[in-house]
Structures are given as C-alpha cells and as structure tokens.
C-alpha cells in the first residue's frame, strides 16, 4: 500500500482486480479527487495501442495514462461509481458523485465500449449488486 496524496492511498482491491485507489479520509460529494494524466495522443494511434490505460478525451485525441505517477489510473471500472470524468480544456478531472468514507474504493463507470471490449468478456468484477 502507498499513499500518493493526502486524501487516497493506492493498494490491492481484491482477487481479479489487482490494485485500486481507495480514499485515505472522507471524500465529500462533489469534491476534486484527481486528474487523469499522461502524454497525449491521437485517438487513432491510441486505437493501435494494447494499454488498457487509455482514456478518450474526444474523438481526436486520448491520454496515455500508463506511467505509474498517474495516481487516477488505479481507479477501477464499477457498474454503480463513486466518482466520474469530467474534460476540460485538455484535461480529465475525477470528482466524487458521493460522498466516499475513509477506506472506501473511488470507482468510475468505464463506458460503454470499454466495457463492451474488456469487461463484458470475462465478467464485471466490481462489487456493485447489479451489473450490465
């Protein structure tokens, strides 16, 4: 387990799941949690790419967020999230649709055809009581 900021902690989410990013104090709804960052590229050279950390900004382009320093890219794919993306300017934001306790995983909805292409084919793993 690492904290990397002073309201999240990076450890293991569980069997399947590998690590998440969990909230280190209680996140309020509404609240800034993280930027998604990473280099940018053309969504087409994206589409080449065998990552799994890719995340779309428009049609046009896509953040690599494969480097280790993105703190967003430990947050995990759940059918029923804590959190969603946001752009801006460039950039991808992570803020809270809830309020998270201390402890508790910060999860996105992955959309649609990601979850489609990876999730759908060996089944949700996230722990929400409905799925898909």
């Avoid at 280190?24 to 994206?46: H, L, R």
């Avoid at 280790?68 to 801006?88: D, G, K, Y």
Wanted: charged share 30%; aromatic share 10%.
């Amino acid at each position: 387990m690492r904290t990397v900021g002073a309201q999240v902690v990076v450890k293991e989410a569980g069997p399947e799941v590998g690590k998440g990013l969990f909230a280190a104090a209680p996140i309020e709804k509404g609240a800034f949690i993280a930027e998604y960052t990473g280099t940018k590229i053309t969504t087409k050279v994206a589409d080449t790419l065998k990552t799994r950390y890719l995340f779309e900004l428009d049609e046009d382009w896509t953040i690599d967020g494969e480097d280790e320093s993105n703190v967003a890219r430990w947050i995990n794919h759940c059918c029923e999230p804590n959190a969603e993306a946001e752009t801006h300017d460039g950039h991808i934001f992570i803020f809270a649709t809830r309020r998270i306790a201390a402890g508790k995983e910060i999860t996105i909805d992955y959309g649609d055809e990601y979850y489609d292409e990876f999730i759908r084919p060996v089944g949700c793993k996230c722990k929400a009581k409905r799925h898909r």
